[in-house]
């Protein structure tokens, strides 16, 4: 695809929000939207979708998580991370409290989230409704905790890894785990090593490698699973720059590994051209992302 269209992983930094940390690529691209924001407060990758990519989203918001998090025992406050007021305290527990605590919070359990978080309730978020003093419950959610372990103890601070599956609030598990550890706690760091198969270490700090990081989305789309892939001649080319489905006998040719419901349509000279979606024959029936005729 053109570079206008593609997929930026991005270390957002700390102390900036999600929305402003696109402001840069914003200026860059006419579209942008990322697929699971950090708060503020927290850092790490953010998976970001440009252009016409935009669209791929419902692939990969389903991505597992994983998180270094640092929870701090004594105090939770109100937002449950360092920005937040102390709404209450607890003794300082012992490692070893901890760490029962930390064991029973693995595997698939119900989690209430956050009051300050972005989900929605009655038609608004639910942290406008926290700020404004409204008071509410959340319904606890189903998630899953496929790994955690403890990284170091220096008291009061606990550093803990986490993977898991979307949805998880990592500010929910401080809170409980401490709760259930019999004291109280809120997280002071948080920092997204991993979504999916994309890890922090190959995210852009700047911008300044942008269009070669660009060139690598067609190589990023693959590593989400099993692609058809799809070389069209000239009619087909001119059919999906008008975001129409080629014509079957403009599809020169055609791999179809087993099972495949996406595929990747390209020009004859290997250019990404589209990402399609696959019935059940292996045959183009929809389209998720296409370049548009000039």
Excluded at 25 to 51: P, Q, R, Y
Excluded at 118 to 138: D, E, I, T
Excluded at 143 to 149: E, H, L, M, N, W
Excluded at 183 to 204: C, D
């Amino acid at each position: 695809m053109k570079s206008s269209d593609g997929i930026v992983l991005l270390n957002k930094p700390p102390g900036v929000t999600s929305f402003k940390a696109l402001s840069d690529l914003k200026k860059i691209f006419k579209k942008v939207g990322h697929t699971g924001t950090l708060d503020k407060f927290a850092e790490g990758l953010l998976v970001v979708l440009c252009g016409s990519f935009t669209k791929l989203n419902p692939l990969f918001t389903p991505l597992d998580k994983k998180y270094r998090a640092v929870i701090t025992f004594g105090s939770e406050t109100d937002t449950l991370d360092p920005e937040g007021v102390i709404i209450a305290t607890g003794e300082i527990p012992s490692y070893e409290a901890i760490e029962a605590s930390v064991a029973q919070f693995r595997g698939t359990f119900r989690q209430e989230p956050p009051l300050y978080s972005a989900l929605h309730l009655a038609g608004q978020r639910a942290h406008k409704l926290a700020r404004k003093g409204v008071s509410f419950n959340l319904t606890p959610r189903e998630v899953t905790v496929y790994a955690s372990r403890i990284v170091a103890w220096q008291s009061p601070n606990l550093t803990l890894e986490v993977a898991c599956s979307k949805g998880t609030y990592i500010r929910s598990l401080a809170r409980d785990i401490a709760l259930r550890a019999h004291s109280r706690a809120h997280l002071t760091q948080l920092k997204r090593l991993e979504v999916g198969p994309f890890r922090v270490e190959e995210a852009l700090d700047d911008y300044e490698n942008l269009a070669q990081h660009i060139s690598k989305s067609s190589a990023h789309l693959r590593r989400l699973g099993s692609f058809a892939d799809f070389i069209v001649d000239e009619r087909g080319q001119k059919s999906l720059s008008y975001a129409n489905i080629p014509s079957k006998s403009s599809i020169v040719k055609a791999e179809l590994p087993l099972g495949a419901d996406k595929g990747l349509v390209m020009n004859t000279e290997g250019e990404l051209l589209a990402v399609v979606k696959l019935n059940t024959e292996g045959e183009i029936s929809g389209i998720w992302a296409v370049r548009r005729g000039e």
